[in-house]
């Protein structure tokens, strides 16, 4: 028996592309690092002319970020915040992650959360500040707390369609042959359902270091939202904007990593779907 | 052998008000062992209905199905399926499909993946053996399809209109190949099919079904000789290949008129 010879064994064996090439380093490293420059010369150039009292050119603002990472004023909260956002992220997609699910895989499970879920992913979660706060007091407990709240929703809703949307044929499929509950969820249904719960993921990452600045802004007690709040307070534009270029670096950074172990862990996926999500 | 006796099922309604649909009534029907038995029938009446029941996928509510005397209770290892969806795993590569019923099965990596191989081999892919499935044809996908079902030797292969999505060429070729790989491994076939064409080429009976309720109307045997493999074209054109479609289509069109009289009542195929 043979194959049309005109199909060769060109494509055997290996994906398009390595699974890492989209980053926009490869694919698009010259539009960002433009767009960058661009942005960077709009700012300097609107700082120096303009000379509006609270929006100080670019270069004062870059030189402040230097200055504060070599006096040691930066570092130790910068520190802190990062630790409350892995720990605030890292339980908001374990306990994500296993809501979603559970949500997904028992109709019952579903139906008992999901009113709790939506109302809560639509509420402007930065309410829940005081509560925390008054919970938990100063410290790094309730920011960890704001974190999870603007986080977790959305890796539970993104999680429990991710299975409800795995495809009948292929759990048929796997009974068949006498697949159990169990390698069909972890054969079948997890492998499935994980480029969406990767997806959330991402969205999920941003939104960390969001409830991470936000939650430290408010109770202004630790990390870098304690910095700007007490610059702000000083009328210390330059500082307020150098940590504010910093978490945009943080969130940046958390964004790519999850896109990073995204694309490692599902290779699989053809390029022109992954454009669509 | 596979024994049917009986077998009768329905779908409840959808919706207030809406009986539900005999998908199956008083199904009655033998198979013997390494038969190749092609199911021919309109769309809703019941074929792939028929086959999940043999393949232990659904229950249903009368009768029964022995194979080789034992009921079938739900999926077993001696059978296996291939579907028209094809369902290959689009996150494994073509080996990493084929063994996965081995796998399930507790038989380790190292010991499925040269019987995969093999039958990767047979069904014409080699070369393919990392290659993902969306990098496939519809009927390369197939040919995965079929060598996943090979793969856990099963006495009784159940195809549910495999070919059914496949281009004209493409659908030849795969037949011809099938019959091929049956000829030389027999084993018991059922085939699900809507084509007349292909229900005659492959089998060697032809279970006629009516929709509404489904039921078998009529067993053709196909009397045309074995091995049919290496001239299809000829078969195709033989008197005996002309009488039976003629006589099959004869009974498929005197049901159009009914079928289109019930169309109030629709069906889930």
Redesign the interface.
């Known amino acids: ?4 010879a005109a ?3 060109r ?6 592309r390595p699974p890492w090439v989209g980053f926009s380093w490869q694919a698009g490293a010259a539009p960002t690092a433009i767009a960058l420059l661009a942005g960077i010369v709009f700012w300097e150039v609107v700082g120096r002319v303009a000379g509006f009292r609270f929006f100080p050119p670019f270069s004062d603002v870059f030189a402040r970020l230097f200055e504060m990472i070599g006096n040691g004023e930066i570092l130790p909260p910068l520190a802190g915040s990062l630790r409350n956002l892995a720990i605030g992220f890292g339980i908001a997609v374990v306990v994500g992650i296993t809501v979603g699910l559970l949500m997904g895989a028992y109709k019952r499970v579903e139906t008992a959360l999901d009113i709790y879920v939506y109302a809560l992913l639509t509420a402007p979660s930065l309410v829940f500040a005081p509560i925390m706060f008054s919970i938990f007091g100063l410290g790094p407990e309730p920011i960890i707390g704001v974190i999870i709240i603007y986080t977790i929703f959305i890796i539970i809703i993104n999680t429990s369609s991710a299975v409800q949307t795995v ?1 009948r ?2 759990i ?8 159990s509950d169990w ?1 069909i969820f972890r ?2 249904i997890l ?2 359902a ?1 480029p969406m719960i990767m997806a959330g993921l991402r969205l999920a990452g941003a939104r960390a270091v969001e409830g991470m600045v936000n939650g430290e802004l408010f109770i202004a007690a630790v990390g870098l939202g304690a910095v700007i709040s007490r610059a702000g307070s000083r009328f210390d534009a330059t500082t307020v904007l150098a940590v504010l270029l910093l978490t945009l670096v943080i969130a940046f950074a958390v964004v790519r990593t999850i896109m990073f172990i995204d694309r490692r862990t ?1 290779s ?3 390029e022109t779907q992954r454009a669509t999500r | 052998m596979i024994e049917i006796r009986g077998l009768s099922k329905s779908f409840a309604g959808r919706g207030r008000g809406r009986a539900g649909v005999k998908a199956l009534e008083d199904v009655n029907l033998t198979i013997d062992d390494d038969e190749f038995l092609t199911v021919l029938g309109p769309s809703g009446c019941g074929k792939t209905t028929l086959l999940r029941c043999i393949a232990g996928l659904v229950s249903w509510d009368e009768g029964e199905i022995l194979i080789d005397g034992k009921p079938v209770r739900g999926p077993g290892p001696e059978r296996a399926m291939v579907f028209q969806s094809i369902a290959l795993m689009p996150w494994a590569s073509v080996v990493r499909n084929v063994t996965f019923g081995l796998e399930l099965r507790g038989v380790s990596r190292s010991e499925a993946e040269p019987r995969a191989r093999e039958l990767i081999e047979l069904v014409g892919l080699s070369g393919f053996e990392a290659a993902m499935p969306f990098e496939l044809s519809g009927g390369m996908q197939q040919r995965v399809g079929l060598a996943r079902a090979l793969a856990v030797e099963p006495q009784v292969l159940l195809m549910d209109e495999p070919f059914g999505a496949l281009d004209e060429q493409t659908r030849r070729l795969l037949q011809e190949e099938l019959l091929q790989i049956w000829e030389h491994r027999r084993t018991t076939v059922v085939f699900i099919t809507h084509s007349m064409e292909e229900a005659v080429l492959l089998g060697d009976r032809v279970v006629l079904m009516s929709a509404r309720p489904g039921k078998i109307e009529e067993i053709v045997p196909v009397p045309m000789p074995r091995p049919r493999s290496d001239h299809l074209d000829t078969v195709e054109g033989s008197a005996d290949m002309h009488r039976i479609t003629t006589q099959l289509w004869t009974r498929l069109r005197s049901w159009q008129v009914d079928v289109g009289k019930a169309r109030k009542t629709p069906v889930a195929s």
Do not use: D, K
């Not at chain 1, 494509?11 to 398009?16: D, F, K, L, S």
């Not at chain 1, 048929?172 to 697949?179: D, P, V």
């Open positions: 028996m043979s194959i049309p199909v060769s064994p494509i055997a064996g290996r994906h398009p495809p044929p292929l048929e499929m796997g009974r068949s042959y006498c697949a390698q054969r079948i492998p499935s994980l599902t699989w996926l053809p």
